[in-house]
T-cell receptor, first 120, second 113 residues
Framework: NAGVMQNPRHLVRRRGQEARLRCSPM?????VYWYRQLPEEGLKFMVY????????ESGMPKERFSAEFPKEGPSILRIQQVVRGDSAAYFC??????????????????FGPGTRLTVL | DAKTTQPTSMDCAEGRAANLPCNHS???????VYWYRQIHSQGPQYIIH???NNETNEMASLIITEDRKSSTLILPHATLRDTAVYYC??????????????FGQGTILTVHP
């Protein structure tokens, strides 16, 4: 059973370009989360999606950032008009269908290897 | 979700038990304690979680005090590959917050030969 896949692993963009980061969740997982880790900082939640729905985007910057998780295909985190401050590691995680409260595997998230974005 | 407090860093000798403490004095009855770790530059990895009973799996043990205000993650026989940042996270079951892990600064565990 393959783990969470992210590509590309490394992405270099010039200021003003667009960055598209892809995440393929584990087989059978219908929940996807995106986190960002700025250099020398901790992981910060960005967005939580289910198939075709954004459930919680409270951690997403208001401008230039968007995320989707279509019915078919990977989840995409899109950053338009990138700036140097967007340089970071972006991690995707997936989890299975959430089970009833009290079930022990309720919120185990499986993380991908991350995409390192460098903005020149 | 309740706030957690962890020591910034800890050292452990290879082969010895590593005991990582976490304070969560404001934890409420429906909040779980989760532990994740992040080995350098990799994605975080789930370790273990619990509600009020002690838990053990192939990676670690989790000891939660009776009042649930603190817990300890135990790696019984630490190896060099256990060197990582360890995060203690308190998470409410149910509602929309269960989708969001809030990572603090964590504890940098360094395992020495």
């Amino acid at each position: 059973n393959a783990g969470v896949m992210q590509n590309p692993r490394h992405l270099v963009r010039r200021r003003g370009q667009e960055a598209r980061l892809r995440c393929s969740p584990m087989k059978g997982h219908s929940h996807v989360y995106w986190y960002r880790q700025l250099p020398e900082e901790g992981l910060k939640f960005m967005v939580y999606l289910q198939k075709e729905n954004i459930i919680d985007e409270s951690g997403m910057p208001k401008e230039r950032f968007s995320a989707e998780f279509p019915k078919e295909g990977p989840s995409i985190l899109r950053i338009q008009q990138v700036v140097r401050g967007d340089s970071a590691a972006y991690f995707c995680a997936s989890s299975p269908i959430l089970q009833a409260p009290g079930f022990s595997s309720y919120n185990e998230q499986f993380f991908g290897p991350g995409t390192r974005l460098t903005v020149l | 979700d309740a706030k957690t407090t962890q020591p910034t860093s800890m050292d452990c000798a290879e082969g010895r038990a590593a005991n990582l403490p976490c304070n969560h004095s404001t934890i409420s009855g429906n909040e779980y304690v989760y532990w994740y770790r992040q080995i350098h530059s990799q994605g975080p990895q789930y370790i273990i979680h619990g509600l009020k009973n002690n838990e053990t799996n192939e990676m670690a043990s989790l000891i939660i005090t009776e009042d649930r205000k603190s817990s300890t993650l135990i790696l019984p026989h630490a190896t060099l590959r256990d060197t990582a940042v360890y995060y203690c996270i308190v998470l409410r079951a149910g509602g929309t917050s269960y989708g969001k892990l809030t990572f603090g600064q964590g504890t940098i565990l360094t395992v020495h030969p």
